[in-house]
């Protein structure tokens, strides 16, 4: 079981530690069953590996080049560096406002790899595609071009996290079925090309509107292995709660 939350655009930098020590301190002294990760901005993460002891950190992103003149951009090394083992990739804000696709994503998780992090590969659908009976499709092909391509051993070390785009940040959660129908889907998928063992050891994350209201009953599902939180997880009361939900 993990729990990973995505600050997203969010906290400045005292903000952010504050957060992160308040998070980590309390799981210190309450050890948690689901291993708990938080992800904040990229400029924050040396300074958060700092107050974090049993919380993991990861970045939400990272560069499709390894080094150079790339004006703005972070590679996998650097985030290597601070102390991250987590990269958040494809997350769809990613995909709809900054053009990712699964090709370049592909790119991006074989730069993760070989520093050594694990790639958290974020795949959904639309509403749209939703309401015209393609999400299973939609995610099939996500997950085909994003990670079809790896080695066995590349793939053990992947997280996926199915976040439904028009659960994320709406207040509208995906409801448990459907969650479990598209896990179990992802599982099956991921099974056909790699295998028994890789499917039963993967972790699928659901995301989109996530809250201590709603987690448990998420969770409860066979094949939902933990969360992805956004809004929740700018909140260290609300994160605690999703987390020990399980
Ligand atoms: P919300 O929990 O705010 O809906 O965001 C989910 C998400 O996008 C996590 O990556």
């Given at each position: 079981m993990i729990v990973a939350g995505n600050w997203k655009m969010n906290k400045n930098l005292q903000e952010g530690i504050e957060l992160a020590k308040e998070v980590n301190d309390f799981f210190k002294e309450n050890p948690a069953e689901a291993e708990v990760i938080i992800a904040p901005p990229y400029i924050h993460l040396a300074d958060v590996a700092r107050s974090l002891s049993i919380v993991k950190l990861s970045s939400q992103n990272s560069a499709s080049?390894?080094?150079?003149?790339?004006?703005g951009e972070i590679s996998a090394s650097m985030i290597k560096s601070t102390g991250a083992e987590y990269v958040i990739l494809g997350h769809s804000e990613r995909r709809s406002?900054?053009?990712?696709?699964d090709d370049l994503l592909f790119r991006k998780i074989k730069l993760v790899l070989e520093q050594e992090m694990k790639p958290i590969f974020c795949c959904g659908e639309v509403l749209k595609e939703r309401e015209s009976d393609m999400h299973f499709e939609v995610v099939k092909n996500q997950v085909e071009t994003a990670l079809?391509?790896?080695s066995p051993e590349e793939f053990s070390e992947i997280v996926i996290a199915y976040e439904p785009v028009w659960a994320i940040g709406t207040g509208v959660t995906a409801t448990p079925a459907q969650a479990q129908e598209m896990h179990a889907f992802i599982r099956d998928l991921i099974r056909s090309k790699f295998g028994e063992t890789a499917a039963d050891d993967l972790s699928i994350l659901y995301g989109g509107s996530c809250k201590p209201s709603n987690a448990r009953e998420i969770f409860e599902n066979p094949d939902v292995d933990g969360g992805l939180i956004g809004g929740a997880a700018l909140h260290a009361e609300d994160f605690i709660k999703i987390v020990q939900s399980f």
């Open positions: 080049e390894t080094s150079g003149a790339y004006t406002y900054f053009g990712e696709d079809f391509g790896l």
